[in-house]
């Protein structure tokens, strides 16, 4: 109950900032847009249009949930010490990870919610364009519970981040820092190092590894379509035949639960 009081506070602060109105506003339009225009090759290539419009949100998801994610979490700690009401909540008879896990149960709540309407309208209007509902909704589903693992991850990241810094200005940019190269230059590095290597050792053993080893690159090899993967042009097909569905889920899943744990370790070592 302790940890469910807790929780229950930090939506109350969320809707207060704002927070789950801008991430429903973020969600619900970039979903809608890219639902209405993305649907162009659906009656070219006779694919399901829920497929064609699952993919486009996947690209938008991968930027889009890590940023709400660092967002909702950065300040967590660190505006409670600026407001001194860290002080506070730790004289409450509740241990610092009972905190932390309400507030982190509050911030994936906001955060599935916000998805969840997202997805939602991406159903509802695929269903009102094509006028169908004979549609096939597991890759919407395996869209959302996959964001909610690698939104959870980002969420850990940035509680870590808040406690370490202590300062929300300071928090801010260095959370913006890890989204850049997390979904940004990460991806850019890798794919400057296979044009270097040239179908070379990189390419073939340790470039599916690395590939894998950003949540954010876990969550798009779940839930891109095979037909969409270029085996030649990108070597994604070389990290699925490495690597494995298994290991994309794996590592998609580790990360939420090393992420809380370095955010726990860093909260005990916190003094208001």
């Known amino acids: 109950m302790s940890v469910l009081a807790i929780a229950r506070m930090e939506l109350l602060i969320a809707r207060r900032n704002m927070w789950v109105a801008t991430s429903l506003i973020l969600m619900g339009l970039f979903s809608s847009v ?4 993305g649907g162009a090759p659906t009656g070219t290539l006779g694919v399901d249009p829920l497929l064609i419009a699952t993919t486009s949100v996947t690209t938008l998801s991968v930027y889009l949930i890590p940023l709400i994610g660092l967002l909702l979490s950065f300040d967590a700690i660190a ?29 994936l709540m906001v955060l599935g919610f916000a998805v969840a309407v997202g997805l939602a309208l991406t159903a509802g209007l695929t269903i009102w364009k094509y006028s ?10 395996e869209l959302f519970f ?10 850990g990241i940035g509680y870590t981040v808040s406690a370490k810094a202590r300062q929300t200005g300071v928090a801010s940019g260095i959370v913006i820092i890890i989204w850049l190269v997390c979904v940004v230059l990460y991806d850019l590095g890798l794919l400057g190092a296979l044009v270097a ?9 340790i470039f599916p590894w690395l590939l894998v080893a950003n949540p954010a690159d876990a969550f798009r090899l779940i839930n891109m379509p095979v037909e969409t993967v270029s085996t030649l042009a990108t070597g994604l097909g070389a990290a699925g035949r490495a690597s494995g569905f ?12 090393l992420a809380l744990g370095l955010a726990w370790a860093a909260f005990r070592r916190v003094e208001p």
Do not use: C, M
């Open 197 to 205: 290597d040239d179908g070379g050792t990189f390419t073939k053993t």
């Open 146 to 155: 996959s964001a909610l693992a690698l939104g959870a991850a980002f969420l």
């Open 246 to 257: 298994g290991l994309q889920l794996t590592s998609l899943l580790i990360w939420p639960v």
């Open 34 to 37: 890219l639902t209405l225009a």
């Open 79 to 107: 505006g409670e010490a600026e407001r001194g009401t860290l002080a506070l909540s730790l004289t409450y008879p509740l241990s610092r990870g009972e905190i932390l896990l309400g507030k982190f149960v509050a911030h």
């Open 132 to 141: 169908t509902t004979d549609l096939n909704y597991v890759p919407l589903l």
